[in-house]
C-alpha cells in the first residue's frame, strides 16, 4: 500500500508559476513511477508527466517546455514545477504511484490549480 498527499495547489495569474508536492508513505518509494495527471470540470483525467524510478521523464505535449517533474527519493516526494501556466491549466491534479512489477496504482486526493485568465 502507499498512501499519496499533494500539496502547493492554489490560485494564479495566467504567466505565474507553482509547485505541487506529493508526498508518499507506505511503500518503498523509490520503486514506484511516479506521476501526475489533471482532471479538468466535465473532462476526463488526462497525463500530465511522469517520472520513473531511474530518473527518466515523459510530458503531455501540452505541457512541454514548462512544467519539470522531479524527485527526491530520500524524502520519499515527488514534484511538479508548472511555470508559464496558462487558463487551461487549470484542473484538480492528481498524484500516481504505478509499480509495473505489480501492476499496482495509487492515487492522491487531488489538488486544485485555478490559473486566472
Known amino acids: 500500500q502507499v498512501q499519496l498527499v499533494e500539496s502547493g495547489g492554489g490560485l494564479v495569474h495566467s504567466g505565474g508559476s507553482l509547485r505541487l508536492s506529493c508526498a508518499a508513505s507506505?511503500?518503498?518509494?523509490?520503486?514506484?513511477?511516479m506521476g501526475w495527471y489533471r482532471q479538468a470540470p466535465g473532462n476526463q483525467r488526462e497525463f500530465v508527466a511522469t517520472?520513473?524510478?531511474?530518473?527518466?521523464?515523459n510530458y503531455a505535449d501540452s505541457v512541454k517546455g514548462r512544467f519539470t517533474i522531479s524527485r527526491d527519493n530520500a524524502k520519499n516526494t515527488v514534484y511538479l514545477q508548472m511555470n508559464s501556466l496558462k487558463h487551461e491549466d487549470t484542473a484538480v491534479y492528481y498524484c500516481?504511484?504505478?509499480?509495473?512489477?505489480?501492476?499496482?496504482?495509487?492515487w492522491g486526493q487531488g489538488t486544485q490549480v485555478t490559473v486566472s485568465s
Open positions: 517520472i520513473t524510478s531511474g530518473g527518466s521523464t
Open positions: 500516481n504511484a504505478f509499480q509495473a512489477m505489480t501492476n499496482r496504482a495509487y
Open positions: 507506505g511503500s518503498i518509494f523509490s520503486f514506484y513511477t
